[in-house]
């Protein structure tokens, strides 16, 4: 299994910036990506910005060009760079990693337990 812990979160005002930090433990060999995803009230979850399988990034079009993901492997850490962050993107923030059980073949989905951003004046 694969075990998550993000931090980071907090209160920003808009226009302001904030880093969220994920470390991944546990079975963390078995890891294939790794994202970022955010929850607001009443809302679904939705993907923010991850890793894609053959290295690329997907980015929500809703943070292209204010988020950037980045990971420190040697840390086993993923992080999220938020800049220029608007009151839309009050959320919870998980952490997430698709993984493979090398003993079967099946992949699963690790989450974190999520960080709240809340961007407000």
């Known amino acids: 299994q694969v075990h998550l812990v993000e931090s980071g979160g907090g209160l920003v005002q808009p226009g302001g910036s904030l880093r969220l930090s994920c470390a991944a433990s546990?079975?963390?060999?078995?890891?294939?990506?790794m994202g970022w995803y955010r929850q607001a009230p009443g809302k679904e979850r939705e993907l923010v910005a991850a890793f894609t399988f053959g290295g690329t990034i997907n980015y929500a079009d809703s943070v292209k060009g204010r988020f950037t993901i980045s990971r420190d492997n040697a840390q086993n850490t993923v992080y999220l760079q938020m800049n220029s962050l608007k009151p839309e993107d009050t959320a919870v923030y998980y952490c997430k990693t698709r993984s493979m059980r090398l003993t079967n073949g099946v992949y699963y989905d690790s989450w974190g337990q999520g960080t709240q951003v809340t961007v407000s004046s």
């Open positions: 546990g079975s963390i060999f078995s890891i294939i990506t």
